[in-house]
């Protein structure tokens, strides 16, 4: 009977899975939380998260059980809502002060469906990892500052999303191009609105105040201004 590795990879790393699950859920949750904190001392990240050692997560960052892959930089005050996974092979770059509601999926990697199969061959028979498939293409997704992702939002690999832009529940943004502030929507994500008028727009671009410090973003003036809806 031929096995591949991944079979191999997998049943191994199931008895060590197992294991764990004999230790109290609570004492595994605070010990990752712990090294969690030491390594992102600025930010909140729930114990029960699954985060690359590599990962970079920025200042007052808030992460809530949730997968960030080792591609995967995340801007100061940006955050990740519950059951999302954030990774693939190429990087992925999110800018500061996004919201990311639960259930999104980032992911800069595809299989390669121009191959003569789709299979990840390579994967299987070798077993070099048990995420990150050899055998896919990978392309770096971009999102800029204060871009909100709706519920269940997937972007796929090569996507860029430019600052200030919303993308509604359930989208799927690909490769297509798109100005910052725009209102996107559908399957494959499109404009379906514009948030403000290029004046306004052209403002904030100006203002860039997401590279203000936190002090200054989070005194009582900008957050008067920022929470106000322009005329
Ligand atoms: C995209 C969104 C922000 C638009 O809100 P809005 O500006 O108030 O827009 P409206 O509800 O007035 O809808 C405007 C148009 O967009 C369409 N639309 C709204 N949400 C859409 C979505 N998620 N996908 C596709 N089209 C959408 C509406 O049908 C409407 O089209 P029509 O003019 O042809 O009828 C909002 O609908 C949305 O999806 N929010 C995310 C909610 C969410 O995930 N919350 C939990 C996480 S915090």
Known sequence: ?????????????????????????GLLRMLQFRSYRRRYPGAY?????????????????VVWRSYIGDSVSLGDGTAVGHDSRIGGEAEVTI????????????????????????????????????????????????????????????VLAGAEIPTGCVAGAGAVVTQRKFEP??????VPAKPI???????????????????????????EEMIDFLLSEPE
């Not at 790393?13 to 230790?23: A, H, M, P, T, W």
């Not at 114990?47 to 960052?61: L, T």
């Not at 502030?181 to 559908?186: A, E, K, N, V, W």
Request: aromatic share 10%; net charge positive; with cysteine.
């Open 95 to 154: 800018g500061k002060y996004c919201a990311i509601a639960a259930n999104c999926f980032i992911f800069a990697t595809h299989h390669n469906h121009r191959a003569r199969t789709i299979y990840s061959l390579r994967l299987m028979k070798e077993a070099r990892t048990r995420m990150l498939p050899p055998d896919c293409y990978s392309i770096p997704v971009s999102i800029g500052h204060d871009v909100w992702l709706g519920r269940n939002v997937q």
């Open 181 to 186: 502030y725009t209102i996107l929507g559908g």
């Open 1 to 25: 009977m031929y096995t591949t590795g991944y079979v191999k990879l997998l049943r191994k790393q199931e008895r060590i899975d197992s294991l764990k699950g004999l230790l109290p859920a």
């Open 45 to 61: 990240v729930s114990g029960d998260s699954d985060v690359g050692a590599r990962a970079r997560i920025g200042q007052n960052c």
């Open 193 to 219: 609105g514009q948030r403000f008028s290029d004046e306004v727009i052209a403002d904030l671009l100006d203002m860039k105040w997401w590279d203000k410090s936190p002090e200054e973003v989070f005194s």
